[in-house]
Structures are given as C-alpha cells and as structure tokens.
C-alpha cells in the first residue's frame, strides 16, 4: 500500500454494515490497517462497487462449515472477472444484546438475520416465550433497535457491535456450534491483485473450468493433480444453464511448491474447457 493510501486508508466493500461479519472478517485480514468501509446491501453491489473503483478491494463469504457454499457467489465471482488474492476464515460466535436500560426480564422479541436465529436455535428454545423476528442483518438489528430506542427488542450479531451501537450484551457464546466458521474470500480487480499478494507466499488456488461430457472426465483430471502432489481442498459444480447435463467446477488447490503447481495445471488445461484462474493467494488464517 502506498502513502497515499495509507493516508486515506484502505476502501473495503462488503454486505452488510459496520459491526456484521463481513466488516470483522476484513480488519482480521487488514489487521493494523485503517479501513473506509462500502457497506452494500447485497452481494451484487459489492460487485458492482469494485467494478467502479478498480483499486478497491472486498470481502466475500463463500463457504461455512455447517451451511456449506454460496453458489450465488462462485457466479457474480466468475462472472465478474475479479481476483481472487486471499481469504480468512473466522468462526461465527453470536451474541443477544438489548437497549442498556433493559434487562433480560425486559426481553419479549428478538431480532436478527434469519442465519444467525437458525444457528442460535437451541439458545431460542430454551427462551420459547420470545417472539422471533427475521431482519436483514446482525449488525443491523442492534442498529435498529438502537436508533428507534425498542425497549423489549434484542438483537442477535457478533459482540462487537454491543460497542459500536452502545448496546448491552445479554450473553455472549449462545451459538449452538461452537466450531462454525465461514471463509471469505478477498478480491480486487486483475489490475490492482499483484499490490496486494505476495507471489513468495502463494500456496493456495481456486480454479472454474468445464470438461467434455465424457465417461471418466473428472478422474483425469484428479490423478493429474495427484501425480503432481496438489491437494485439491475444495470441489464445488454448479450447472451450466442453457446446457443440460453440464457443470462448472470451481475447485480450490493447495500446493507446496510454486513450479510444480503450474506444471499440474499446464497438464489439465487440455483436458478441461474454459479453464480460469480465479485467484492464486495465500492460505487463510483461522480467526476466533
């Protein structure tokens, strides 16, 4: 990053606002580091966003350990033409948090994006007198509650934004998975990637391609990358509309050893049809 753009600091789009996990994900990444934040409504205009502001950069969910892929997202990445140079994987811990003057006896509604209310379901039971309300998202709700003063309203999201938005915190840890994480992804345009990741430290891929609607496609295409000792960590189809029966794979790798890695895709690349690399970057750290 330049002086320039430490000066300003650095302009990060996500979903959602302020205190979501969007927002935790992207100064665990950025850690240290002065962040002006596009919070957007939706996925779509995180994309757009970045496609108005080349230098920006953006943190995308893609996966979680217990609800599985985004696929919306593998598409508006693919079709995008963004990079992908690195990714963080943090674990999802909500807390319920209400107006400081309420107490849990003052507690008769919570509120919260639907998510976040099915993976704090057994902490709902167990509170089966509370009306459950479905928002948009976390941080939001405490926002909400915050701004229109609900006294009675409780908001579910990460314990941070009890700080920001001037909120009690009634409990922490009441997700009932304790090992539920989400990995996103960072992206950028192709122009501005190499500012951003070190090619030294690059250990990880994530791949898209077709193959040809052949017996034994797939299976070429994993002995090769088991010939060259690349760890295929992620496989994901998603088909392909307009031709029936077919699939793209969006696959991420592993590897230890940068030549090898490119020798591996040298040998699939004819085996497969419209091949892209969606991003080579560093393998994420795990946050709690």
């Not at 794979?249 to 020798?263: P, V």
């Amino acid at each position: 990053m330049n002086q320039t753009q430490a000066e300003a600091g650095r302009t990060v789009a996500i979903q959602g606002i302020k205190g979501s996990f969007h927002d935790i994900a992207a100064h665990h990444f950025f850690e240290g580091e002065s962040l002006r934040l596009v919070e957007c409504d939706s996925f779509e205009d995180v994309f757009t966003s970045l496609k108005k502001d080349p230098s920006m950069v953006a943190l995308v969910a893609i996966e979680n350990t217990i609800a599985g892929s985004l696929l919306h997202n593998y598409e508006l990445l693919r079709e995008s033409g963004m990079t992908v140079v690195g990714e963080h994987k943090l674990r999802i811990s909500h807390s319920i948090m209400c107006l400081p003057d309420d107490n849990w006896a003052d507690v008769t509604e919570v509120n919260s994006h639907p998510v976040a209310l099915m993976q704090c379901r057994s902490f709902l039971s167990a509170h089966h007198g509370l009306k459950i309300v479905e928002v948009d998202d976390t941080a939001g709700a405490a926002r909400h509650i915050r701004e229109r003063n609900l006294h009675g309203h409780a908001a579910i999201c990460h314990k941070d934004a009890a700080k920001i938005y001037g909120m009690k915190i009634l409990e922490e840890g009441i997700e009932t998975n304790k090992h539920n994480f989400t990995r996103f992804l960072v992206i950028t345009s192709p122009e501005n990637a190499d500012t951003l990741r070190q090619r030294e430290q690059t250990d990880k891929s994530s791949l898209v391609f077709s193959l040809p609607h052949e017996e034994g496609s797939l299976s070429a295409i994993l002995s090769v990358l088991s010939f060259y000792k690349i760890n295929l960590t992620k496989i994901q189809s998603l088909p392909i509309i307009g031709r029936e029966w077919e699939y793209l794979f969006y696959i991420d790798l592993k590897f230890s050893n940068y030549a090898r890695y490119c020798q591996a895709l040298n040998a699939i690349r004819p085996l497969t049809r419209e091949m892209r690399i969606l991003g080579e970057y560093r393998d994420g750290k795990q946050t709690i």
